[in-house]
Protein backbone atom coordinates (compact mmCIF):
# COMPACT_ATOMS: atom_id res chain seq x y z
CA UNK A 1 0.00 0.00 0.00
CA UNK A 2 2.87 2.42 1.43
CA UNK A 3 4.59 2.08 -2.17
CA UNK A 4 1.51 2.27 -4.71
CA UNK A 5 1.31 5.99 -2.41
CA UNK A 6 5.08 6.87 -3.37
CA UNK A 7 4.74 6.02 -6.46
CA UNK A 8 1.48 7.96 -7.17
CA UNK A 9 3.06 10.88 -5.39
CA UNK A 10 6.25 10.94 -7.35
CA UNK A 11 3.87 10.56 -10.62
CA UNK A 12 1.73 13.73 -9.76
CA UNK A 13 3.52 17.45 -10.40
CA UNK A 14 3.48 18.70 -6.36
CA UNK A 15 5.52 20.69 -4.28
CA UNK A 16 7.91 19.21 -2.16
CA UNK A 17 6.10 21.14 1.00
CA UNK A 18 2.63 19.45 0.12
CA UNK A 19 3.89 15.88 -0.79
CA UNK A 20 5.17 15.41 2.77
CA UNK A 21 2.08 17.11 3.60
CA UNK A 22 0.04 14.44 2.24
CA UNK A 23 2.47 12.03 3.75
CA UNK A 24 1.73 13.29 7.40
CA UNK A 25 -2.14 12.42 6.75
CA UNK A 26 -1.21 9.18 5.39
CA UNK A 27 1.08 7.90 8.29
CA UNK A 28 -1.80 8.86 10.70
CA UNK A 29 -4.49 7.47 8.19
CA UNK A 30 -3.00 4.49 7.73
CA UNK A 31 -3.00 4.02 11.54
CA UNK A 32 -6.81 4.06 11.32
CA UNK A 33 -8.74 0.92 11.73
CA UNK A 34 -12.42 0.51 11.56
CA UNK A 35 -14.17 -2.24 14.28
CA UNK A 36 -16.41 -2.56 17.35
CA UNK A 37 -16.64 0.65 19.27
CA UNK A 38 -19.69 -0.35 21.31
CA UNK A 39 -21.59 -3.99 22.01
CA UNK A 40 -24.30 -2.96 19.19
CA UNK A 41 -21.77 -0.88 17.01
CA UNK A 42 -19.05 -0.51 14.51
CA UNK A 43 -16.92 2.22 13.99
CA UNK A 44 -13.49 3.94 13.77
CA UNK A 45 -10.80 3.54 15.88
CA UNK A 46 -7.02 5.57 16.27
CA UNK A 47 -5.52 4.63 19.41
CA UNK A 48 -8.08 4.90 22.41
CA UNK A 49 -10.26 6.92 20.27
CA UNK A 50 -13.44 5.03 19.07
CA UNK A 51 -15.73 6.92 16.45
CA UNK A 52 -18.63 6.25 14.85
CA UNK A 53 -19.49 6.54 11.06
CA UNK A 54 -19.63 10.04 10.19
CA UNK A 55 -22.66 8.89 8.12
CA UNK A 56 -24.52 6.99 11.04
CA UNK A 57 -24.34 11.13 12.58
CA UNK A 58 -26.22 12.56 9.42
CA UNK A 59 -28.97 10.22 10.55
CA UNK A 60 -29.80 12.68 13.34
CA UNK A 61 -30.94 15.00 10.58
CA UNK A 62 -34.62 14.35 10.36
CA UNK A 63 -35.13 15.66 6.99
CA UNK A 64 -33.51 12.83 5.21
CA UNK A 65 -35.26 9.98 7.57
CA UNK A 66 -38.98 11.36 6.61
CA UNK A 67 -37.91 11.54 3.13
CA UNK A 68 -36.59 7.84 3.05
CA UNK A 69 -39.60 6.74 5.10
CA UNK A 70 -42.09 8.62 2.67
CA UNK A 71 -40.08 6.25 -0.44
CA UNK A 72 -40.23 3.33 1.63
CA UNK A 73 -44.52 3.57 2.09
CA UNK A 74 -44.80 4.25 -1.51
CA UNK A 75 -42.47 1.08 -2.46
CA UNK A 76 -44.29 -1.14 -0.04
CA UNK A 77 -48.04 0.32 -1.59
CA UNK A 78 -47.00 -0.04 -5.13
CA UNK A 79 -45.26 -3.71 -4.76
CA UNK A 80 -48.44 -5.02 -2.95
CA UNK A 81 -50.83 -3.81 -5.39
CA UNK A 82 -48.62 -4.96 -8.30
CA UNK A 83 -48.70 -8.74 -6.38
CA UNK A 84 -52.20 -8.53 -6.27
CA UNK A 85 -52.78 -7.99 -9.09
CA UNK A 86 -51.11 -10.31 -10.68
CA UNK A 87 -52.01 -12.97 -8.67
CA UNK A 88 -55.84 -12.33 -8.93
CA UNK A 89 -55.46 -12.24 -13.03
CA UNK A 90 -54.19 -15.40 -12.48
CA UNK A 91 -56.05 -17.58 -10.08
CA UNK A 92 -59.20 -15.18 -9.67
CA UNK A 93 -58.83 -16.38 -5.99
CA UNK A 94 -57.19 -14.81 -2.50
CA UNK A 95 -56.82 -16.98 0.51
CA UNK A 96 -55.17 -15.26 3.47
CA UNK A 97 -51.64 -17.17 2.76
CA UNK A 98 -52.09 -15.04 -0.68
CA UNK A 99 -52.50 -11.78 2.11
CA UNK A 100 -49.50 -12.87 4.18
CA UNK A 101 -47.12 -13.65 1.62
CA UNK A 102 -48.07 -10.09 -0.55
CA UNK A 103 -47.61 -8.42 3.06
CA UNK A 104 -44.81 -10.05 3.70
CA UNK A 105 -42.64 -9.15 -0.23
CA UNK A 106 -44.10 -5.79 -0.39
CA UNK A 107 -42.56 -4.92 3.18
CA UNK A 108 -39.43 -6.56 2.35
CA UNK A 109 -38.93 -5.07 -0.60
CA UNK A 110 -37.64 -1.65 -0.11
CA UNK A 111 -34.84 -2.93 1.93
CA UNK A 112 -34.03 -5.01 -0.93
CA UNK A 113 -33.78 -1.85 -3.38
CA UNK A 114 -31.42 -0.53 -0.95
CA UNK A 115 -29.45 -3.21 -0.95
CA UNK A 116 -29.64 -3.35 -4.50
CA UNK A 117 -28.44 0.48 -4.63
CA UNK A 118 -25.88 0.30 -2.23
CA UNK A 119 -24.10 -2.70 -4.41
CA UNK A 120 -24.00 -0.71 -7.36
CA UNK A 121 -23.35 2.59 -6.01
CA UNK A 122 -20.37 1.22 -4.22
CA UNK A 123 -19.30 -1.06 -7.74
CA UNK A 124 -19.92 2.32 -9.50
CA UNK A 125 -17.53 4.41 -6.86
CA UNK A 126 -14.75 1.87 -7.40
CA UNK A 127 -14.92 1.78 -10.80
CA UNK A 128 -14.68 5.92 -11.05
CA UNK A 129 -12.01 5.47 -8.24
CA UNK A 130 -9.81 2.96 -10.54
CA UNK A 131 -10.05 4.89 -13.25
CA UNK A 132 -8.59 8.37 -11.43
CA UNK A 133 -5.71 6.01 -9.44
CA UNK A 134 -4.82 4.87 -13.13
CA UNK A 135 -5.85 1.07 -12.31
CA UNK A 136 -8.07 -1.28 -14.49
CA UNK A 137 -11.77 0.02 -14.84
CA UNK A 138 -14.86 -0.35 -16.93
CA UNK A 139 -15.46 1.89 -19.51
CA UNK A 140 -19.34 2.53 -19.34
CA UNK A 141 -21.82 5.21 -19.36
CA UNK A 142 -21.31 6.39 -15.93
CA UNK A 143 -17.86 6.47 -16.47
CA UNK A 144 -18.54 9.04 -19.20
CA UNK A 145 -20.64 11.49 -17.37
CA UNK A 146 -18.23 10.94 -14.09
CA UNK A 147 -14.99 12.09 -16.74
CA UNK A 148 -16.83 14.73 -18.08
CA UNK A 149 -17.66 15.73 -14.45
CA UNK A 150 -13.91 15.38 -13.80
CA UNK A 151 -12.84 17.68 -16.27
CA UNK A 152 -15.13 20.61 -15.24
CA UNK A 153 -13.39 20.59 -11.66
CA UNK A 154 -10.16 20.55 -13.47
CA UNK A 155 -7.85 18.88 -10.69
CA UNK A 156 -5.64 16.03 -10.04
CA UNK A 157 -6.37 12.93 -7.86
CA UNK A 158 -3.64 12.28 -5.13
CA UNK A 159 -5.75 10.04 -3.31
CA UNK A 160 -8.85 7.85 -2.53
CA UNK A 161 -10.63 5.92 -0.11
CA UNK A 162 -8.33 7.75 3.02
CA UNK A 163 -9.50 6.44 6.40
CA UNK A 164 -10.34 9.75 8.53
CA UNK A 165 -10.78 9.93 12.45
CA UNK A 166 -11.82 12.85 14.11
CA UNK A 167 -12.49 13.67 17.50
CA UNK A 168 -12.47 16.87 19.93
CA UNK A 169 -13.17 15.49 24.07
CA UNK A 170 -16.01 12.92 23.90
CA UNK A 171 -17.35 13.55 20.61
CA UNK A 172 -16.04 12.95 16.94
CA UNK A 173 -16.54 10.64 13.78
CA UNK A 174 -14.81 8.64 11.26
CA UNK A 175 -15.27 7.79 7.69
CA UNK A 176 -13.33 7.29 4.10
CA UNK A 177 -12.72 10.32 1.88
CA UNK A 178 -13.59 9.51 -1.36
CA UNK A 179 -10.91 11.84 -3.21
CA UNK A 180 -7.90 14.01 -1.80
CA UNK A 181 -7.99 15.85 -4.60
CA UNK A 182 -5.17 18.61 -6.02
CA UNK A 183 -5.89 22.66 -8.09
CA UNK A 184 -4.10 25.63 -8.81
CA UNK A 185 -1.80 24.72 -5.37
CA UNK A 186 -5.15 24.19 -3.53
CA UNK A 187 -6.60 21.00 -1.47
CA UNK A 188 -9.55 20.07 -2.04
CA UNK A 189 -12.38 17.08 -0.50
CA UNK A 190 -14.04 15.03 -3.47
CA UNK A 191 -17.28 12.94 -2.90
CA UNK A 192 -18.90 10.60 -5.34
CA UNK A 193 -23.02 10.24 -4.78
CA UNK A 194 -24.93 8.00 -7.40
CA UNK A 195 -28.26 9.09 -4.65
CA UNK A 196 -31.27 10.32 -7.37
CA UNK A 197 -31.24 13.55 -5.73
CA UNK A 198 -28.72 15.82 -4.25
CA UNK A 199 -29.28 15.86 -0.27
CA UNK A 200 -28.08 18.40 2.03
CA UNK A 201 -26.14 16.14 4.47
CA UNK A 202 -23.62 16.20 1.45
CA UNK A 203 -22.09 19.51 2.48
CA UNK A 204 -22.36 18.31 6.11
CA UNK A 205 -20.50 15.27 5.36
CA UNK A 206 -17.62 16.72 3.03
CA UNK A 207 -16.95 19.79 5.41
CA UNK A 208 -16.93 17.10 8.42
CA UNK A 209 -13.77 15.22 6.45
CA UNK A 210 -12.09 18.92 5.53
CA UNK A 211 -11.89 18.91 9.19
CA UNK A 212 -10.62 15.56 9.74
CA UNK A 213 -8.20 16.10 7.04
CA UNK A 214 -6.59 19.69 8.95
CA UNK A 215 -7.17 17.64 12.47
CA UNK A 216 -4.69 14.68 11.41
CA UNK A 217 -2.06 16.63 9.56
CA UNK A 218 -1.99 19.43 12.23
CA UNK A 219 -3.10 22.04 9.32
CA UNK A 220 -0.54 21.06 7.39
CA UNK A 221 -3.24 20.72 4.61
CA UNK A 222 -6.42 23.43 4.33
CA UNK A 223 -8.94 22.28 2.23
CA UNK A 224 -10.06 25.42 0.22
CA UNK A 225 -13.60 23.40 -0.86
CA UNK A 226 -15.41 20.53 -1.13
CA UNK A 227 -17.21 19.54 -4.90
CA UNK A 228 -19.69 16.16 -5.15
CA UNK A 229 -19.45 14.48 -8.71
CA UNK A 230 -23.34 13.47 -8.77
CA UNK A 231 -23.47 10.78 -10.86
CA UNK A 232 -26.81 8.69 -10.75
CA UNK A 233 -28.77 6.05 -12.29
CA UNK A 234 -30.71 7.99 -14.90
CA UNK A 235 -33.05 4.95 -15.64
CA UNK A 236 -34.35 5.02 -12.12
CA UNK A 237 -35.17 9.07 -12.03
CA UNK A 238 -38.22 11.16 -12.12
CA UNK A 239 -38.46 13.16 -15.45
CA UNK A 240 -38.12 16.08 -12.52
CA UNK A 241 -34.80 14.83 -10.87
CA UNK A 242 -33.39 14.23 -14.80
CA UNK A 243 -34.58 17.76 -15.14
CA UNK A 244 -33.17 19.18 -11.97
CA UNK A 245 -29.57 17.08 -12.74
CA UNK A 246 -29.37 18.66 -16.49
CA UNK A 247 -29.64 22.32 -15.14
CA UNK A 248 -27.39 21.52 -11.92
CA UNK A 249 -24.59 19.44 -13.60
CA UNK A 250 -23.15 16.60 -11.96
CA UNK A 251 -20.19 18.80 -10.38
CA UNK A 252 -21.61 20.80 -7.59
CA UNK A 253 -19.67 22.90 -5.44
CA UNK A 254 -20.41 23.05 -1.09
CA UNK A 255 -21.09 26.87 -0.37
CA UNK A 256 -20.37 27.90 2.82
CA UNK A 257 -17.64 24.91 4.53
CA UNK A 258 -17.86 26.48 7.76
CA UNK A 259 -21.51 26.57 8.29
CA UNK A 260 -21.61 23.36 7.12
CA UNK A 261 -19.58 22.17 9.53
CA UNK A 262 -21.58 23.72 12.38
CA UNK A 263 -24.78 22.36 10.98
CA UNK A 264 -22.75 18.89 11.67
CA UNK A 265 -21.35 19.27 14.99
CA UNK A 266 -24.65 19.94 16.30
CA UNK A 267 -26.42 16.94 14.60
CA UNK A 268 -23.45 15.02 16.41
CA UNK A 269 -24.11 16.49 19.80
CA UNK A 270 -27.53 15.35 18.92
CA UNK A 271 -26.24 12.02 18.55
CA UNK A 272 -23.86 11.42 21.43
CA UNK A 273 -26.87 12.51 23.50
CA UNK A 274 -29.30 9.90 22.11
CA UNK A 275 -26.37 7.23 22.15
CA UNK A 276 -25.88 7.84 26.01
CA UNK A 277 -26.80 5.02 28.08
CA UNK A 278 -29.06 5.73 30.85
CA UNK A 279 -29.41 2.41 32.30
Request: overall charge positive; glycine content about 8%.
Amino acid sequence: MKENVLRRLNELDLPQKDKEAFLSLYNVSSQVGFGKISPRQEGYILGRYKMPRCTSVLQMDGSKAGALAEWGKRQVAARAKALLMAHISKTNVLTSDDINYVCQTALADPDKQKDDAATAGTAQHDNFENYLMGYEFIDNEPLNRFKQAWKAFGGVCVATEVPLLWHKGKLGFGGKLDILAYKDGKWWIGDNKTSRSVHDSYGCQTSAYANAVEQMTNGKIKITGAVIFHIPNLSTMSEKQIKEYNVNGSTLYVKDMEEAFEHYKLLLGLYSKRNNRYF
